[in-house]
């Protein structure tokens, strides 16, 4: 049922039309019913369901009935397709073609103020500022409830989850969304009205295997609480992975608190730079871009000779990079100071020479432990 077949590769892109493998939508399942308390009166809504996957109950979860099954979609044809799935099914799902993000309201779904509410799926993910807006005028893009307006429509489908005041949601999304401050501020509502209570992060492989690198993904079940979270309770929250690895990103220090990541020409003068670095974004931008450069620009990083040891390490960190597993490509270059401060001039060697001596291998092994990708 997975494989879109229907939309060119900027209608994909654009509408975030990768589809779920069914045995993602089999993990997604195993997490929500594993918390999910026994009563039996729950509706299930995905609100961005494409063909339907996910509301094709898999078989060994059977035993689960919700009291109401709901499927809508933006793309009329992907909606065709789920009915036609679906005909032969005793109680086939109610599929509305809706705008998910438009007047947002239990009513609109067709659900009752007093229903216990779970939602379920892998809302689309895109960045409106990222290169699919270069072949797209500001007019294709829909309307959202300026309640719910974000920079990337997925952050915009958790908040519409708020507003419909689900009890549980177990969805797929970019890990960056709760580990990036950032995003997670845009989170807003949500993220005062929820607390992530299990997880498990896949790599964007699954969906893109084809692509030049991998993000990664969260599936996530939050619970309704009116406690919500805060940013503190991301950096301690015990994230796994499903390679079997878990970790918590208060268990890491990173580059972010001893060098800029941006330009920063407007603090250092010209004069006491020593260097220039490009623009850092995250560990994935890294794989990516380039390090020390030579011609100034836009995203130029004075390094002051003060600072210039840790540029190098940065410089050496994108060298080792390789050995960096994809579930850490949002984070921050991680650095243990103390144990870099005794190495400090075997950096600078290694980024000069782009020779990386033993110690410096031995440095990263122990800064990554059980993460350490061989
Ligand atoms: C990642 S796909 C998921 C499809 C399906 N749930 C699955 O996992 O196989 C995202 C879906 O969101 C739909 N979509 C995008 N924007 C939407 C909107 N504003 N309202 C409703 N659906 C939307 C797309 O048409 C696409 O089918």
Redesign the pocket.
């Known amino acids: 049922m ?1 494989i ?1 077949a229907h939309l060119d590769r900027i209608q994909t892109i654009f ?6 493998p069914d045995s993602i ?1 089999c993990l997604v399942y195993q997490m929500l019913l594993d918390s999910l308390p026994q009563s039996k009166d729950y509706v299930l809504l ?9 509301l094709e109950i898999p078989q060994r979860f059977q035993s689960t009935q919700f009291t109401q099954i709901i499927g ?4 009329k044809q ?1 909606l065709q397709q789920a009915q036609k799935n679906f005909k032969d099914c005793a109680i086939a799902p109610l599929f509305l073609h ?5 007047n947002v309201s239990r009513e609109k779904f067709n659900i009752l103020e007093s229903s216990k509410l779970v939602i379920i ?4 993910y895109n960045d409106k500022t990222s290169i699919v807006q270069h072949h797209l005028k500001n007019s294709d893009f ?1 309307e ?1 409830d300026s309640t719910l307006k974000a920079r990337d ?1 997925g952050i915009s489908f958790l908040r519409s989850f708020d507003t419909l005041k689900a009890d549980y949601i177990c969805v797929l999304h970019p890990l960056s969304y709760v580990i990036k401050e950032s995003n997670f501020k845009s989170l807003k509502n949500f993220a005062q009205n929820y607390r992530l209570t299990d997880s498990l992060i896949i790599s964007s492989q699954i969906f893109c295997p084809k692509s030049l690198g991998f993000f990664p993904i969260l599936i996530a079940l939050y619970k309704r609480d009116n406690q919500g979270m805060d940013y503190d309770f991301i950096c301690d929250f015990s994230f796994k992975t499903c390679e079997g690895k878990e970790f918590r990103l208060k268990s890491f220090d990173f580059i972010t608190k001893y060098i800029d990541k941006y330009p920063n020409k407007n603090r250092v003068d010209s004069g006491h730079k020593v260097a220039m670095f490009y623009t850092l974004r995250d560990i994935n931008a890294l794989r990516r871009s380039k390090t020390f450069i030579t011609k100034d620009c836009t995203n130029a990083v004075y390094v002051t000779r003060e600072k210039y040891s840790l540029y190098c390490y940065v410089d050496v960190f994108k060298q080792i990079i390789k050995h960096i597993p994809y579930y850490f490509g949002n984070c921050d270059v991680m650095i243990d100071y103390e144990a870099f401060r005794a190495l400090e001039s075997d950096f600078i060697q290694a980024s000069e020479s782009k020779i990386l001596s033993e110690n410096i291998m031995q440095y990263f092994k122990d800064l990554l432990g059980e993460h350490y990708a061989d």
């Open positions: 997975s879109q509408q975030g039309s990768f589809y779920t939508v995905d609100s961005s369901c494409g063909y339907g996957s996910f809508a979609d933006i793309d992907a809706t705008n998910s993000l438009q799926g892998n809302p689309p829909f959202i429509i």
